[in-house]
């Protein structure tokens, strides 16, 4: 499998590309109306956050389409309608599809679900109305996961992570959202009051079953509950705001659990099996863009090991370390040797700024950051070169991957394009048919990855005047 990152524009990630490029189109197709419920009684004082449906196509993967409406920009008003448009599906067939609309409180940001789900048989163009209806609430906790988990003593499985929402009343789960999962590295998120299957697709093998935050804030699934010592960190952010990037709409983020370190299915067995260990920052800083108040003035504090209040902090688990000995591999945080290794990972606090709650893992699967103090990306690192390049002058791409995956992966495309527009962004599942749409070019195949890459790009009119305007696809 292929990995892929994106860098200056977006963080991306695909499995199976060529699959996107090659499969033969039909002319029949499934469009899936979900009303939107009324902003009246239960859902008086809520706005519609996102929409989700899965379509199960039979001899494929379930098929997962999102729709956000996080801001005033896309915001959608109350009483009409949301289509999903579903093209290429067989003539004949039974599809089963599922839809899920999440509503959250326009001043607490608690959350209501709302399921429901349909079976029908395609015949030319097919229309599919699937009325959602009250599948549990959350009072908006959430928690972000991430680390390694481990079913031997040195590596775990790979392939496509679905998260998969369980809506309850012996509904099958459905996918909200697919990740990367590494030998072991990913990513993955937990809501109160909801379940969730964390499930690697290509093996049926799940990580979690039936996964929760319960009332008392504990991370609870079907094994048990999580417990956190010095090789899993639970860093509490409570409530707040932020600015949205590109937007003068002002976000709400709820109370979090910022949740690092390493897992397994055999009692902490394969964990224990070696020394491991997380290390954050005891300092106190102020972190940029995480603001106590939606007027944003006063800005939240994270202060490591203590605090109270608004206050970004420890709440359990992990091993505290100066500034100086997490961010220079040095004293009581990981050494060099453990750092390499991935048997030591680092709560990165610096990269709230502008990655949000989940940019403390420095990770963006199978990458691993390189610029540690960097609130911007700092995953692949840029430099042009007027010389020392294998042509006339270059830019130098660097980057390093995350311990273990470069034995699982098969290879890394580089992809650029041109293009004066600086905007940012986050875009996951893209084909080879989405590159080429959206201006990329093939440039480099990197056949067998080493942990730290170096990738040279040169001609097409580079100059130390342009360089800033091409943009790279990994």
């Not at 910022?258 to 902490?268: Q, R």
């Not at 749409?437 to 440039?443: A, R």
């Amino acid at each position: 499998m292929r990995k892929s990152l994106l860098w200056t524009v977006y963080f991306v990630f695909i499995f199976g590309a060529g699959l996107g490029c090659t499969r033969k189109s039909d002319n029949n197709s499934v469009r899936v109306t979900v009303p939107i419920n009324q902003k009246i009684g239960a859902l008086v004082n809520y706005s519609l956050d996102i929409a989700i449906i899965n379509v199960q196509i039979p001899g494929r993967p379930a098929l997962l389409i999102k729709k956000e409406f996080h801001d005033s920009a896309t915001a959608v008003g109350y009483g009409t309608s949301i289509t999903f448009e579903v093209p290429n599906v067989p003539n004949g067939v039974s599809v089963f599809i599922q839809a899920l609309n999440v509503y959250k409180g326009d001043a607490t940001g608690d959350m209501k679900f709302y399921y429901d789900d349909a079976a029908v048989t395609v015949s030319g163009v097919t229309d599919v109305n699937i009325s959602v209806k009250p599948s549990g609430t959350s009072n908006g906790k959430e928690a972000q996961i991430a680390g390694r988990y481990l079913t031997s003593n040195s590596g775990g499985p790979s392939g496509t992570l679905a998260i998969m929402f369980e809506p309850g009343n012996g509904k099958p789960a459905m996918v909200v959202e697919r990740e990367a999962i590494v030998n072991g590295w990913f990513e993955g998120f937990a809501v109160q009051g909801a379940n969730f299957d964390f499930l690697v697709e290509e093996t049926g093998f799940k990580l979690f079953d039936d996964l929760t935050i319960t009332a008392g804030g504990a991370l609870q699934h079907i094994g048990g509950t999580v417990s956190f010592n010095t090789n899993r960190l639970n860093m509490l952010k409570p409530a707040g705001f932020r600015k949205k990037y590109g937007s003068s709409d002002v976000e709400p983020e709820p109370e979090t659990q910022m949740i690092l370190g390493f897992f397994d299915n055999n009692s902490d067995v394969f964990v224990n099996a070696v020394s491991r260990k997380v290390v954050y920052p005891t300092g106190s800083e102020g972190v940029p863009n995480a603001f106590v108040d939606a007027a944003l003035t006063t800005i939240q504090d994270y202060t490591g090991a203590s605090g109270s209040g608004s206050n970004i902090r420890n709440s359990a688990g992990g091993t505290g370390a100066s500034f100086d000995n997490v961010y220079t591999l040095s004293g009581s945080g990981c050494s060099p040797a453990e750092f390499a290794s991935g048997t030591c990972l680092i709560f990165y606090h610096a990269k709230m700024a502008n990655n949000g709650r989940e940019g403390f893992t420095g990770m963006k699967l199978p990458f691993r950051v390189v610029d540690a103090l960097s609130p911007y990306g700092g995953y692949v690192r840029s430099k042009f070169k007027y010389n020392g390049c294998s042509g006339a002058h270059c830019i130098d791409l660097k980057w390093d991957l995350l311990p273990g995956t470069a034995a699982v992966i098969d290879g890394i495309d580089v992809w650029r394009k041109y293009s004066t527009d600086s905007s940012g962004g986050d875009e996951r599942n893209l084909t080879c048919g989405d590159l080429k749409g959206k201006g990329f070019g093939l440039v480099g195949i990197i056949a067998a990855p080493a942990v730290t890459q170096n990738f040279e790009f040169s001609g097409e009119g580079l100059s130390q005047s342009n360089y800033n305007n091409f943009q790279f696809y990994l």
